[in-house]
């Protein structure tokens, strides 16, 4: 699996569309870039990739009208959008079934970190719990990952993550690898990082994995949503700015 994809910059995926807009009903798709893929299948856990990357069991479901597969369906099944309630009643007509799979992921605090990893929220939200202040516990995430990962793990892929700091508010001027953690009732719920440059592509963007889906670009606007990830933002900056992809 490639991190960043060769066709970074191109137009979203059909699935990657359906699967924003059923989040963000009201986002503008236009702003948005494909910018890498985000997981693979492989066949077990010893396999090379769930070192670099974590790897997940996943069930995968499937929707057959008369027979026949409905793409629909069976992407609105596997996205959440519905449940197995909600479709798979006793039907002659509508048959569903499942099975298990083994992806190698990683997660929107992994990607602003630069680790390839799925890591955990609730690290982040039990600093929290236990008294620190969003900044002091995001300071405590950075550093635990930083040892965790240091720069000869195969899973820190940038080394970012030696540079990163709080910032005390939003920064005039964006530089490369700004990050803004996003918090609602004082739970983080997801993170993106800003983006100058990949490679000769020139984006200016920020950049967000959204759960299994792919690693996509967008405006910073598309995500402030306070029903989904909240209202209150802290913002993670890098100490030299000169770092590209």
């Given at each position: 699996m490639k991190l960043i994809s060769d066709k970074a910059g191109s137009a979203l995926t059909k699935d990657d569309i359906k699967g924003i807009i059923s989040v963000f009903p009201d986002i503008n798709i236009n702003s948005m870039k494909y910018i890498g893929e985000g997981f693979t299948e492989v066949e077990s856990y010893s396999d090379d990739l769930?070192?670099?990357?974590?790897?997940?069991?996943?069930?995968?479901?499937?929707?057959?009208?008369?027979?026949?597969?409905?793409?629909?369906?069976?992407?609105?099944?596997?996205?959440?959008?519905?449940?197995?309630?909600?479709?798979?009643?006793?039907?002659?007509?509508?048959?569903?079934?499942?099975?298990e799979?083994?992806?190698?992921?990683?997660?929107?605090?992994?990607?602003?970190?630069?680790i390839s990893k799925w890591l955990s929220p609730s690290d982040i939200n039990a600093s929290i719990?236990?008294?620190?202040?969003?900044?002091?516990?995001?300071?405590k995430f950075i550093a635990d990952n930083k040892n965790k990962y240091p720069d000869d793990d195969l899973s820190n892929f940038e080394n970012i993550i030696e540079e990163l700091q709080v910032l005390d508010s939003k920064p005039e001027i964006l530089s490369n690898n700004t990050i803004i953690f996003?918090?609602?009732d004082s739970e983080c719920t997801h993170a993106t990082r800003y983006i100058t440059q990949l490679g000769e592509l020139t984006l200016n963007q920020w950049t967000s994995k959204f759960g299994y889906a792919s690693l996509l670009s967008h405006d910073e606007s598309e995500l402030l949503s306070p029903?989904?990830?909240?209202?209150?933002?802290v913002y993670v900056g890098v100490v030299d700015s000169s770092t590209e992809l």
């Open positions: 769930c070192v670099t990357y974590d790897c997940l069991q996943s069930t995968e479901y499937q929707v057959n009208i008369n027979g026949t597969k409905s793409e629909d369906l069976s992407f609105s099944l596997n996205s959440g959008e519905l449940t197995t309630e909600d479709i798979c009643y006793d039907s002659e007509e509508i048959k569903c079934s499942s099975y799979e083994i992806l190698a992921m990683y997660n929107c605090l992994g990607w602003v970190l630069g719990k236990y008294g620190l202040s969003k900044e002091q516990a995001i300071t996003y918090f609602k029903q989904i990830y909240g209202t209150d933002f």
